[in-house]
């Protein structure tokens, strides 16, 4: 099994989303990765938050030095500046984005071990058809499992998935991650599953 630390590795101390989460994450050793989502701001800066607004702010809607300054968001760049060979697991919440400036920023971290995924099937379409150098993926809550998925991984809903369906994926290659684990005693069911996890698994 392999575990991805769901927003960075959250503490009492540590939020999440954090550059501090992200540091937690990458020194535990039985964390591969972390996931983390990124939003774009009115100037185009690609900015680390889950919800669409920060408190009364919508993020669309104000630059990123008013959120840096109020709200001290960190930077897509800053968080894959990080040094480390773990996965960065982005999840694009923005359904409109500006992809040219986003693949220019990921050509610089082609060292780096770099997922994107999006709930939005278009905005990773529109990543595939222009070469991002980065694997990409989609984020479902109902299966996928179309004969022509042409991306590299897959993220499913772990109470949806069965054995059959991840067996179908590896055949061609495609890696499964399994987010939505509310219990991980009850909820760990694949030996070989790569799951997104809000705190570190206890064995």
């Known amino acids: 099994m392999r575990f991805i630390a769901h927003r960075g590795l959250r503490t009492e101390t540590i939020k999440e989303n954090t550059i501090a989460s992200f540091v937690n994450a990458i020194e535990n050793p039985k964390i591969a990765g972390f996931e983390f989502d990124v939003r774009k701001t009115l100037d185009n800066q690609f900015v680390v938050h889950h919800n669409a607004f920060v408190k009364a702010d919508l993020i669309k809607r104000k630059t990123y030095k008013y959120l840096k300054k109020k709200y001290n968001l960190p930077l897509l760049s800053e968080v894959l500046d990080l040094n480390t060979e773990k996965i960065f697991l982005v999840e694009i919440k923005d359904r409109y984005f500006p992809y040219r400036k986003l693949i220019k920023l990921l050509r610089n971290y082609q060292n780096k071990n770099i997922y994107v ?87």
């Open 117 to 203: 995924m999006s709930f939005h099937n278009k905005v990773i379409e529109k990543l595939y058809k222009k070469n991002a150098p980065v694997k990409l993926g989609i984020l479902n809550y109902i299966l996928n499992s179309e004969s022509d998925y042409h991306y590299q991984f897959i993220c499913l809903l772990n109470n949806l998935t069965t054995p059959h369906l991840i067996k179908e994926y590896e055949k061609r290659n495609i890696e499964v991650f399994l987010y939505g684990v509310l219990n991980e005693d009850k909820d760990l069911w694949y030996d070989n599953g790569t799951y997104i996890v809000d705190e570190v698994p206890k064995h």
